[in-house]
């Protein structure tokens, strides 16, 4: 008994409760709007919560699990997290279902929320990328090892797109490898070259993506060239948020996030009923909190005492920090509507269990600062 004493207050003291203090604010937060936003739906936000709620929960118990393990042991087994990742997202072949326009859940009648492959590889996608970079710190800029990062990065987002029609994720798995190149310092004439290349690829892309994904895309230019259809969402979520001003209409009194006719205001759109309710300053404090746990994260990073932690914190402060700009922006409507959530704050079952995880590892770096297993 003892010894399990001195072992849970080591680790207590090793854990980032710090971080986990601010994700449970975050969520917090998000449970609120929640609360609001879902409360015209009929059977009103009481499910929603009950998910939300579970799901925090269950995030909770993987950030612990998680920050008890080792990052490089975990890395030993790459092969095997692969061969999950790459059969994860090929169930979604015969067994996914659409929701939302896209393929990319497995629906199980006898759990709360379903469940998001695309959104579930995004962790292991971070470590597995960390542990490729790792290997090649000693020629991390090296042409052999760059290219492996991008057929990685692409056969991955690859899978995303072609297997779940899921854009907006397989781009975050893009600037989760941009954001992790800079951190393993990556020489600048690689991000230099990705300009023309994706200016080249851009045309060849184009005709692969669903008219609907094309029209997502194009509205940006022209928002009135189909205000009933494509355009909808980013026109309505824009509205919505004008109304709030500095201070808002007041919690559960938005005139339009009250109306239940915006489909998708307690997941995607989240943002604009917190503008229209709580106003500026309310989504100020929201922009602030989640800008609290990506410096967090950052500065794990900088602290980090071996390279495959500091890397493993790059990826997951390049996820959150793409999550939120996607998603804020695309409440204003700046970029398209490509269904990003925001990050402790939408409403979703495996979204927040993803957070909590990819937190989790980010404790783990503060954890075992020191590397055990360097041969995998």
């Not at 990319?104 to 006898?110: D, K, P, T």
């Not at 990065?153 to 781009?171: E, H, K, P, S």
Request: glycine share 10%; proline share 5%.
């Amino acid at each position: 008994m003892n010894d399990f004493k001195r072992w849970l207050k080591k680790y207590l003291r090793g854990a980032d409760l710090p971080l986990l203090g601010l994700c449970l604010c975050a969520s917090a937060f998000g449970c609120v709007l929640i609360s609001s936003a879902a409360r015209p739906f009929d059977g009103g936000a009481a499910p929603f919560l009950r998910t939300q709620i579970l799901s925090v929960g269950i995030g909770v118990v993987i950030y612990l699990v998680f920050t008890a393990v080792s990052l490089d042991w975990l890395a030993k087994f790459w092969k095997w997290i692969l061969g999950f990742n790459i059969g994860l997202l090929l169930l979604l072949y015969p067994f996914g279902k659409i929701i939302g326009g896209n393929r990319s859940w497995l629906v199980f009648e006898w759990l709360p929320f379903n469940i998001g492959p695309p959104e579930i590889v995004k962790v292991s996608f971070i470590l597995l990328l960390a542990a490729q970079m790792y290997r090649f710190r000693e020629n991390a800029s090296g042409v052999l090892p760059v290219a492996g990062y991008f057929v990685h990065t692409v056969f991955m987002a690859g899978l995303v797109v072609q297997i779940a029609g899921d854009l907006g994720v397989a781009l975050i798995y893009v600037a989760i490898l941009l954001v992790m190149m800079f951190g393993a310092g990556i020489k600048p004439v690689w991000f230099a070259a990705m300009i023309p290349a994706i200016a080249a690829a851009a045309p060849l892309l184009w005709p692969l993506l669903s008219d609907y994904q094309r029209n997502r895309i194009l509205i940006i230019l022209n928002p009135q060239m189909d205000p009933e259809g494509s355009a909808w969402h980013m026109l309505l979520s824009m509205s919505t948020l004008s109304r709030g001003g500095l201070t808002g209409q007041g919690l559960y009194q938005g005139s339009q996030t009250q109306k239940g006719n915006f489909p998708g205001i307690q997941t995607d759109f989240i943002f604009a009923a917190c503008g229209e309710e709580l106003g500026f300053l309310g989504c100020m404090a929201l922009l602030v909190l989640l800008t609290g746990i990506t410096v967090r994260v950052l500065l794990t990073a900088r602290q980090a005492r071996n390279g495959l932690g500091a890397l493993v914190c790059f990826g997951v402060a390049g996820m959150m920090i793409f999550q939120i700009f996607e998603n804020v922006l695309m409440c204003v409507g700046v970029t398209p509507v490509i269904g990003i959530t925001l990050p402790f704050i939408s409403y979703g079952g495996s979204s927040n269990i993803v957070m909590y995880a990819a937190m989790g590892l980010v404790s783990s770096v503060r954890c075992h600062p020191k590397m055990t297993w360097l041969d995998y």
